[in-house]
């Protein structure tokens, strides 16, 4: 199976989490467009969605699913998205399509995070994928500076300005072995928005897309 086939499958089986009537959060992402799409199949027994990015609105919007603020809701039972990797405990890199923040967000009102991803985002450590980090502009060499400290080799993400009109820096380098403890590090440095580590809100379930198979762990 291609990649793709990979990223279709689990984005059809997510629906099986989703229950009736209710508002789904949507993520961002090639393996989020997916589910958008197959979730336009069964539009008719959910009320709508809140999503994580301006491009995922528009992709549900045309096809006719209501997108709603998140704050004119006060609870969502069920996020589901992608990633960039996702370790054995469920912790993920996000933010390669830049929507960090706002899945960030979203998935922090979720009652139930759904991963979907292909068997190529499933490490032992993460790191590997450089992790993104969204910045006030004006805070991008401070940033940079201070991220070196911890280890990190950060490279600004040219032509790329965030939904929040914020730009992103990528760090290499970084073996992460405590994901927690360095996503709320990053997080004290002055000028950073968020970054893309979701230790503290891991994913509750992964559906990995593979070869036997969609895989499901919790
Ligand atoms: C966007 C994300 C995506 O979930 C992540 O980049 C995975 O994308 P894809 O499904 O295209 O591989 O975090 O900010």
């Keep these: 199976m291609t990649q793709n086939e990979l990223k279709e499958a689990v ?40 999503s994580s990015s301006e491009a995922s609105i528009a992709r549900l919007k045309k096809h006719n699913i209501p ?19 996702i370790n054995h405990q469920l912790q993920m890199i ?20 759904v991963c979907i991803a292909d068997a190529s985002k499933y490490v032992g450590v993460l790191g590997n994928f450089p992790l993104p980090v969204e910045v006030i502009p004006m805070a991008r060499s401070y940033v940079a500076r201070e991220l070196v400290k911890l280890g990190g080799h950060p490279a600004y993400r040219e032509g790329v300005v965030t ?20 996503e709320a590090e990053i997080n004290q440095i002055v000028g950073v928005v ?3 580590l979701f230790a503290r809100r891991r994913a509750d379930v992964l559906l990995l897309g593979t070869e036997d198979g969609v895989k499901t762990y919790k």
Excluded: M, W
């Design 67 to 85: 997108v709603y603020d998140l704050n004119a809701i006060d609870s969502l039972p069920v996020y589901v998205d992608g990633a960039d990797e």
């Design 163 to 182: 939904d929040n009109g914020n730009i992103i820096l990528d760090v290499h380098g970084l073996r992460i072995a405590e994901p927690a403890k360095l």
């Design 194 to 196: 968020t970054n893309g």
């Design 94 to 113: 996000k933010g390669g399509g830049a929507a960090l923040t706002r899945e960030k967000i979203v998935s922090a009102v979720a009652e139930q995070f």
């Design 11 to 50: 984005g059809r089986a997510a629906i099986a989490y989703i229950p009736d009537d209710c508002i789904v959060g949507v993520g961002t992402g090639s393996t989020a467009n997916y589910f958008i799409d197959a979730l336009a199949e069964i539009k008719g027994r959910i009320r709508g969605a809140v």
